[in-house]
């Protein structure tokens, strides 16, 4: 079965009740490609408000989750509070996660591990440094990222992987299609070894870094693209672009 073709926008630490509402309002007056599954993620303080207000079949992500059950963590959200509130997704390992609050593979393993395990749907970031790349560890070090949660779950029918180069990241610097397409590739072939060719034929991989209106639509050509993250440009009107990248 063909892959359906998905587009996932992370506001990071932006927005107001104000702007977020801008966001929505766009979203839902937009004639959005009813071939593609579209996931918006707003800081925390906004998840019910868009929730709650967003239609046209876009859904809301959470940034973050705790990997315990209820209890004395001050600053978290539990797995139990996103599904009771009827939010379905969460963002995992994203690489602001990984280096600046130094977020382990394994504790975003256990992090995935929770969410799933309490039907939640992850949306499971991984990717390398620019000094990583050029060592040549690219492969490596997304599979090491990706092995940490391969021992820790079996069932992958709701994870969506998004190889997000750091050095693409909000720097303006987006990856060739040649080497998001290389990159989605060899995860493909490992996902394939590593669990089964079923998991990699059906497992979504999506490219983030820079990704915006313009260079968009030449990535999406790509057999192993299966959609973006989208940080900076899911805030302006253009994200509406970006979901209609096949258009
Ligand atoms: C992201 O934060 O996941 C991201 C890809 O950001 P940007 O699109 O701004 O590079």
Request: charge should be negative; proline fraction near 4%.
């Amino acid at each position: 079965m063909a892959r359906k073709f998905f587009v996932g926008g992370n506001f990071k630490a932006n927005g107001s009740l104000k702007s977020i509402q801008a966001i929505v309002d766009n979203l839902n007056n937009a004639k959005l490609d009813p071939n593609v599954e579209v996931v918006i993620s707003p800081p925390s303080l906004f998840l019910l408000p868009t929730a709650e207000k967003v239609s046209n079949n876009v859904k809301v992500a959470a940034q973050n989750v705790f990997d315990k059950p209820d209890g004395a963590w001050t600053g978290e959200l539990t797995v139990k509070m996103l599904v009771d509130h009827g939010i379905e997704w969460v963002i995992l390992g994203h690489s602001e996660r990984r280096t600046i609050f130094k977020e382990s593979s394994e504790f975003i393993a256990d992090k995935t591990k929770a969410a799933l395990d309490s039907g939640l749907s992850v949306i499971l970031c991984i990717g390398e440094t620019l000094e990583e790349r050029e060592a040549g560890r690219t492969i490596d070090v997304c599979c090491s990222q990706l092995q940490a949660v391969v021992d820790k779950i079996s069932d992958w029918s709701k994870v969506v992987i998004a190889y997000e180069p750091v050095w693409a990241i909000g720097t303006g610097k987006v990856a060739t299609t040649e080497q998001a397409q290389d990159a989605h590739g060899a995860l493909r072939k490992w996902l394939a070894e590593k669990i089964s060719p079923e998991v990699a034929e059906a497992t979504r991989i999506l490219y983030g870094g820079s990704v915006n209106e313009k260079n968009c639509k030449d990535l999406a050509t790509q057999p192993d693209i299966d959609g973006f993250l989208v940080g900076g440009a899911s805030l302006k009107p253009a994200f509406v672009d970006i979901i209609n990248a096949n258009l």
